[in-house]
């Protein structure tokens, strides 16, 4: 999909490219966000822009496409781009904002690079850009067209009609539309991102997988208020506020349901790895089997600190236990706690080695990026094919960066 003159050219700059990644995506960041300070206000998320995540992930996600570009002349590396197309989905992202986006992210490469910035080179990597961009735009159409909307047009008032608390850090939150009509559709995995306000005049969005199976009238969100570790990492600031805040009667602003963490049709077998919060899906995904494919092979894997820490754990043994040929094994930190009991528990970190799946498996992976990189080596040196392997992440996808 690269022509063949800037083909020779990205192949040739790459490793200057790639080794100037974190400066020049500070600099697009700082330059953008100079001209529309809007955009770190209401769209892009102030802690990672601090924490300099969501600079790692760009760099990332452009690094792997113009590689695939190289190495892969005669394919369009889409599949790199999935999971961005449905966050930015999400966000409501609309086609004009990529020229905002080319005219700072070039631009930072000119200024970092200099003079090794020929017209050829300026050229190149502007053609890698689009076919990036245009990719994305393509996708992001298609997810619009498939949620009956027009481009962007993902936000809905939704009212809270419950709130429980379910573990020391964690509290769920059922939403409905404020019309009474059913919430729409979405497939057991997918995520919805939230809004809110702050005092400031600012708000800030995050992403939550919805953790009931779809067909209801309600949809379900299971937050973790992220916690500030020793001063180093700031409190989650919209776990924070929707913990201090949200409560049966309140609205708030909810996007249509995105993601492409999607389960396969068919009866084979499956295994669903999560940690902590990354639970969340893994419940949808339960919920829907036991409904639709109650005879299907599951083995259901957990890691958390404890029973107190771990979100909707009686929910959990529940679901299992509505499907005949699944398993549970769970993994705590701590087991001193007395509700760490039963063949299903084990102490310790996750070790799944004993756990050898059944050949045809797919394997979906949900909680830190060390968790899901340890099963998923696992997984590999069982047998199990890396397209097979599906993962989910809740913040920048810094898998492609490490």
Known sequence: MLSSQSAQVVRTTLPAVEASLGSITELFYRHMFEERPELL???FNRANQANGAQREALAGAVAAFATALVEHPDERPDAVLGRIANKHASLGITADQYTLVARHLLGAVAEVLGDAVTPAVAAAWDEVYWL???ALIAMEARLYAQAQVEDGAVWRTMEITERHEESLDTVSIVLRRTDGAPTEPFVPGQYVSVQAGFPDGAYQIRQYSLSTAPGRK???ITVKRERSIDGRVPEGEVSSWLHAHARPGDTLKVSLPFGDLLLPEGGSPLLLASAGIGVTPMLAMLEHLATVSPDRPVTVVHADRSPVHHAHRLELSELVGRLPNASLHVWYE?????????????????????????????????GPLSFM????????????????????VFGPDLWLSK
């Open 41 to 43: 206000r209401g769209l």
């Open 132 to 134: 990036m961009a245009n």
């Open 218 to 220: 309600t949809w379900r």
């Open 334 to 366: 701590d087991t001193d706690h007395p509700d760490a009991v039963g063949d299903h528990v084990n102490k310790g970190w996750a070790d799944i080695t004993r756990l050898a799946p059944a050949p045809g498996t797919t394997a979906f992976l949900c």
């Open 373 to 392: 990189k340890a099963v998923r080596t696992d997984l590999l040196a069982h047998g199990l094919s890396p397209r097979d392997i599906h993962y989910e």
